[in-house]
């Protein structure tokens, strides 16, 4: 049944205490709908399919308890970790607020704000699309038809399946998927990781949906990634991002967009944001907005740099202290005379294009005056921030845009000082809580993430030198077991769906799905055994800041806020009864549940920092402190920067390489398409005309 707003205006109270589960007089209902605000509107055409014994026993009139206050965190993969408080009443969510503000160093005076998906967990919990037991596929994959099946028989099928692709295939054949639902430490991916290595391993992946190019193309630039905290931006006066829309990828309070608007606060840089769209960061941080047209951006930086080189603002001395390739006197013997970056721009290298603003006018679609005189503000910045978000590198070429823009502050001598970065986008710094051991891969062989419908329709094409495959030099075997845990990933992340859908629907191929999953998502639809997880509101863990909370230094103790529903398990427990049907539970758990090995974690970070507080206190604080990140910390190639020879980078010449000899040994390696190439510095690919 679907209730329907009435005439003025209220909602049907019966409606509302069955979304919500509650006894309530006519006054709470009012109340409660306040609280919940337009929540509860859009919640009041959804018919949700829960009765009370379904997610707790009935409390007796008379006997209801009151509000108790339970601490969670948000998973979900948006680079942050924010807190949540989470108000229960009778074993039920009644609403979610943010974690008070703190005079501590976790906040300082800033309150880490969850943002509205965030906030709105609870419906997440309560969704009707929730998968409450486990169930095996009745109809044709892709259907979504399925049937209950007891949890024994779920983890014996699963056991017997590792045990029967194991022999019939070998383990690579095995394949655990990247996902991106929710990023926990002791249940989820290190808990199914655990299982398939202690049981002789799995084919891996490696790189990110959202990160290939720079992940690959960053070692030949940089060695390691790393990047400078938005809190420099407080030393900076000029802040030129590429692609970088914080505002809508970084939104929460946990989150690098708080950090950057307090840094611009302490310094009013001036900010210029060079992207396509006209984006919500461009308004919310006053900035410039260079329109550019997409996957141009190595053309524009070519462009500043024959400004920078033909108006001598380059301090050419300090490029070759510390760079290799940016002129002819750095290059390594084995380059060719003309190989340098600066030929390239200048016209006298191999295409012979003299990379004048101009030319980077016809290309990028911003006027040739304002490239000429960004290039003017950049070399003239006393400390100019220059960074990019994974945008622009997410398409055919990216690496030569991800290299380009790292070699801008290279070239202008913005790194490794207060207020500069590296041209990347900086992660946070890491405080080292625990994930649950996983072990050794003994499988040594990695595929990229995004090619994995390769490796189930054509594994004979995957080779190291036409797809990236690490580790061996090509694959033996195609998919065979395909775990998907707490991702859509199966269809929602790829180029053509289409051809994914007929790639996974042909049990010719790969020949078991297993799908892990709160809710009913078109990739669960796909799986032969379909199997509820606990969402992060029901799961007990210990949690660091996550990778996108910038110099915030806290680590989040989750409680289990609500008894998880129906059926559904943490996937630590699914992994040992799998482990315990192969004879391996002890091996699996070492005698810990879930919450021990949490607990397990907090000890060893408390052996570090022993002005922790004990685990007894900790767990019922919700959000933990851990130690304050030093300014040095959030500098990119600080000490790079102050002694090269002592602080060598990650890479072969231990340098900034704007030429790579590896990238040049790489390309004769290689079976490329006809007309592509490698290139050895950060080139634009553009089509000469006849």
């Known amino acids: 049944m679907v ?5 003025e205006g209220t909602y049907n109270e019966k409606r509302l205490e069955e979304i919500l589960n509650l006894k309530i007089s006519r006054r709470d209902t009012v109340t409660t709908a306040a609280k919940i605000g337009s929540a509860v509107a859009l919640s009041n055409a959804i018919t949700l399919p829960f009765s009370s014994t379904a997610l707790a026993a009935d409390v007796p009139a008379g006997k209801e308890s009151a509000e108790t206050v339970r601490h969670s965190a948000c998973l979900v993969n948006c680079g942050s970790r924010c807190a949540l408080k989470v108000i229960v009443k009778d074993d039920r969510i009644v609403r979610i607020e943010p974690e008070d503000a703190k005079d501590d160093a976790v906040f300082g005076e800033h309150q880490i704000r969850p943002c509205l998906r965030g906030r709105s967990s609870r419906w997440r919990v309560y969704s009707p699309d929730r998968i409450k037991h ?20 779920a983890t014996a099928f699963i056991a017997a399946e590792l045990k029967r692709v194991t022999e019939k295939y070998g383990r690579e054949a095995i394949y655990y998927n990247y996902q991106s639902g ?102 919310a941080e006053h900035a410039e907005w260079l329109p550019i047209r997409p996957t141009t951006d190595a053309a524009l930086v070519a462009g500043l740099a024959h400004t920078l080189i033909s108006e001598n603002l ?12 940016y002129d002819r006197s750095t290059l390594p013997e084995n380059a060719a005379p003309n190989a340098s970056y600066k030929d390239y721009v200048m016209g006298t290298g191999e295409d012979g294009i003299e990379k004048t603003a101009q030319w980077a006018a016809q290309i990028t679609g911003i006027p040739a005056t304002r490239i000429q005189q960004l290039a003017r503000e950049i070399a ?6 220059i960074g990019q978000g994974w945008g622009p590198q997410r398409h055919a070429n990216g690496e030569q845009t991800v290299r380009a823009i790292q070699t801008l502050p290279a070239l202008t001598g913005h790194f490794g000082l207060p207020g500069t970065n590296n041209g990347n986008w900086p992660y946070g710094t890491p405080y080292g809580v625990p994930l649950l051991p996983t072990g050794t891969n003994p499988v040594k062989a990695s595929i990229p993430c995004y090619l994995w419908t390769d490796a189930i329709q054509s594994p004979e094409k995957m080779t190291a030198t036409t797809m990236g495959v690490k580790g061996v030099d090509k694959l033996n075997v195609g998919i065979k077991l395909f775990f998907n845990q707490a991702g859509n990933a199966l269809l929602n992340q790829h180029g053509d769906i289409n051809r994914t859908r007929k790639i996974i629907a042909d049990e010719s191929l790969c020949e078991t799905i297993i799908v892990i999953e709160n809710h009913m998502t078109p990739s669960a639809k796909y799986a032969d055994l379909l199997l509820p997880e606990t969402s992060y509101l029901e799961a007990e863990d210990l949690v660091d800041s996550s990778y996108a909370a910038g110099s915030h230094n806290y680590m989040i103790a989750l409680q289990k806020t609500i008894t998880p529903m129906w059926e559904v398990r943490s996937t630590y427990d699914i992994c040992a009864d799998i482990a315990g049907h192969l004879g391996l539970r002890e091996q699996y758990t070492e005698g810990r549940t879930q919450a021990q090995w949490a607990e397990y974690h907090y000890q060893q970070i408390r052996e570090k920092r022993p002005y922790l507080p004990e685990w007894s206190v900790a767990k019922e604080k919700g959000v933990i402190d ?13 000490d790079f920067r102050e002694d090269a020879t002592a602080h060598p980078l990650d890479t072969p010449s231990g340098k900034i390489e704007i030429y790579s000899q590896a990238l040049a040994d790489l390309a004769q390696k290689w079976t490329l398409p006809e007309g592509d190439r490698i290139p050895a510095v950060p080139e634009v690919c553009v089509v000469k005309e006849s």
């Open 3 to 7: 209730t329907k707003r009435c005439n």
């Open 626 to 638: 851990q130690q304050i990140a030093t300014e040095r910390q959030s500098i990119a190639f600080i």
């Open 380 to 385: 003239a910045a006393r400390a100019c921030y």
């Open 314 to 325: 380059i301090d050419e001395a300090l490029v070759n202290q510390y760079c290799v390739g």
């Open 134 to 153: 486990p169930m095996k596929r009745v109809g044709k994959r892709g259907e979504g038809k399925f049937k209950r099946i007891t949890w024994d028989e």
């Open 182 to 283: 929710a990023y926990y430490h002791t249940q989820g991916t290190p808990a199914w990781k655990r299982l398939l290595n202690l049981t002789g391993g799995y084919l891996n992946y490696h790189n990110t949906y959202s990160t290939a190019q720079i992940a690959s193309a960053t070692p030949y630039t940089h060695g390691k990634y790393v990047g400078s905290h938005f809190s420099q931006i407080a030393h900076s006066d000029l802040v030129v991002f590429f692609g970088m829309n914080l505002s809508e990828t970084r939104m929460s309070g946990g989150g690098q967009v708080e950090e950057l608007r307090r840094a611009l606060d302490a310094s009013k840089a001036r900010v210029i944001i060079i992207d396509p769209r006209y984006t919500d960061s461009v308004i």
